[in-house]
């Protein structure tokens, strides 16, 4: 597994609010965003009940293997923004 380096930081597109944020490689997208002010459902923050799901492309990984998404919905690019972290430039539906 890669490991983070919080020194690289990588801009991630939110498309709804068109705000472009600097994210630390390693960041989580949902605590970012809301640090930064963009405001984005949110409920369990374990990636277990999807109340945080969106679609994403670019660069990034899930914290856990444990989640709902199903193999289905990742491959047509749902992510859980709650345990999502940034690897490189991604752009984000919120």
């Not at 605590?31 to 799901?53: F, L, S, Y």
């Not at 989640?67 to 491959?75: I, V, Y």
């Amino acid at each position: 597994m890669k490991k983070c380096d919080m020194a690289k930081k990588y801009p991630v597109h939110f498309t709804v609010s068109d705000k472009i944020i600097d994210m630390a490689e390693g960041a989580y997208l949902l605590e970012e965003a809301e640090k930064n002010g963009i405001e984005m459902d949110a409920d369990c923050r374990e990636g277990v009940c999807g109340t945080c799901a969106t679609k994403a492309t670019g660069s990034f990984c899930f914290a856990t293997t444990e989640h709902c998404l199903s193999p289905e919905q990742q491959r047509l690019g749902w992510i859980l923004t709650c345990i999502c972290k940034v690897q490189g430039p991604i752009s984000v539906e919120e």
